[in-house]
């Protein structure tokens, strides 16, 4: 099991805009490099990405929580 | 003799202590956030205390080095690594040539000073290196730095890595954050209730909140001291006719949202300031995430100048440390 943690403090988002789809749903496939979700900070967007490949378990951070550098996004299987 | 960019972060940029002297032009001072932090990283490792380096928001670059140096990070808990080997804060340590320096997690605060031996050495502009980027001045080329851009750095001979400073002499914000505040010209136009509230709220950092301004969110709306408004002014209450700003200065768009004007702040404009954060507090500001509870609190000029003195003395204790 891995942890994608978040890189940065900010407001974390689990789809691209509001209506969209989310970035991932438990069970799909994660390639290393693929968004899993978007970070509001400073004005800017940044895009959370996988640093390893696996099996989508589940979001640990709801759509719009705040969270802070470090804190635990999402879970994959390895 | 210089550094390479591997990964830049989120926002790095290079700051010295500033360029004060243009801001009546409409430049503003520049400078680290956190300017305690950055002298004494300075300090650390054997720099004159206004030597320029990077300033790291949030998430810490990755680096490389031409030939052996001596870093210290200070300001924000950014644990810095050398090839994965994670190395003390407030502490000298060497970084020989070819290791690779990055950052773990953010831990504590907002921003990470990095002081390298020789400081940075690009052309200072307007007799700064800090880097003012909706400018495009000073820095590298005007921006923040980027993955592959090669910065130079001063010659220097190298002290030993022996220097840190202990935790009673770093300075990070409480949970919530105080900030003093020294009411200013524009007071008056709130209303008693409103004056009150303002202290008496609790407010939050707002996601918007950088070098030009920090944001407060979750207080009451203020209200205003009924008038008609002065010629030029604008129909909105917040709004008066176009004044000057302090670094510092706290204004309210529409009476809603507080912002602390910060070193990449403009410097007039047409919102009433109700005062300004004192400066002994501004450095705290620097390290203050989204998010964040803070508390305004009232003080008078002399207890600002109070705690300007507490703040000099603290600089002070710290070079008679590190000697």
Redesign the interface.
Known sequence: MAQV?S?????FYTQAAPGEPVFKKPGDLVATGDIIGLI????TF?EVKAETSGTFKGYMAEDGA?I???EPLAELEA | MSLKVINPGLSTSIQDLGRPGYFHLGIPMGGAMDRFALRVANMLVGNPEGAAGLEAVFMGPTLTFEKDVLVAVTGADLPPKVDGVVQDGWTAFEVKAGQTLSFDFLKSGARAYIAISGGIDTPPALGSRSTYPIGALGGFEGRNIQAGDVIPLGETDMIEPELSVPAKLRRLPGKPAELRVLPGLYWHRLTPAAQEGFFADDWAVALEADRMGYRFKGGKPLEFVAREQPFGAGADPSNIVDGCYSYGSIQVPGGLEPIVLHRDAVSGGGYFTLGAIISADMDLIGQLQPHTPVKFRKVDMAEALAARATRKKMLAEVRAHLG
């Open positions: 943690l890189p940065v403090p900010g407001t509001e900070v400073m004005k940044i705040a802070s550098a470090g």
